[in-house]
């Protein structure tokens, strides 16, 4: 059987510079290079070195690289999934994971003009009014800022409703994900240093509502 390798999001020239000063070129690049395409190798350096895990989980999917870069409708996002039960492997499990939670959060932001007019098109859609938004943002900035060391913060829907929870290090949590904010150092530290309120209260305004509300759509 021929391996069919992980490749990684593609990305056009402008996504490092998008995001203006809430997110730097520097701070873009060292995240999607030096972290998540790491990952990336060492996944596929995992399904060289295992092709009968590899052969057991590809079974019923055509191609795990023609992923549309909006999260979890996509096989690509299941093949992850499927293939960090079936490797057993902690090591595997967690570059598999951070590569799941990775190309989620990059398909979760997007400039901060095109935000505000998601965010705008969609409002009425994903909130039934403003009390019902301040406490969903309240909640994020809440656990963001209470989490404890490396993890995720994660967008869920469900019961028809968005909310808010966090998660450990590269733990998948139960639940409809349409989103998340990554909660580890190397993803705000150049830009924000310790401040991870800051981090949080700027990442908000880069959410990709577009997104958002696809996956909205799909779990209702």
Not at 41 to 53: D, G, R
Not at 83 to 95: C, M
């Amino acid at each position: 059987m021929n391996i069919n390798y992980i490749l990684p999001l593609k990305i056009d020239d402008g996504f490092f510079i998008q995001f203006g000063i809430f997110l730097s070129k520097k701070q873009m690049e060292v995240h999607f290079n030096n972290h998540y395409l790491k990952y990336i190798e060492n996944i596929n350096n995992f399904i060289t070195e295992n092709k009968n895990i590899y052969e057991k989980t590809i079974i019923g999917f055509n191609d795990i690289n023609l992923f549309d870069n909006t999260y979890n409708i996509s096989a690509r996002i299941l093949f992850l999934k499927k293939i960090s039960i079936n490797s057993k492997n902690i090591t595997a499990q967690h570059n598999i994971n951070q590569a799941f939670f990775h190309e989620l959060f990059f398909t979760s932001i997007i400039s901060e003009s095109k935000s505000k007019i998601y965010f705008n098109q969609y409002f009425e859609e994903i909130f039934s009014n403003q009390y019902e938004f301040k406490i969903f943002y309240d909640e994020y900035m809440k656990i963001g800022q209470q989490h404890f060391a490396s993890g995720w913060l994660c967008f869920i829907y469900n019961n028809k409703k968005l909310s808010i929870i966090d998660t450990p290090d590269a733990i998948i949590p139960d639940g409809n994900i349409v989103a998340c904010v990554d909660l580890w150092e190397h993803s705000y530290y150049i830009d924000y240093i310790s401040n991870k309120k800051e981090y949080l209260d700027k990442i908000f305004l880069l959410l990709n509502w577009n997104n958002i509300i696809k996956g909205i759509r799909f779990y209702k």
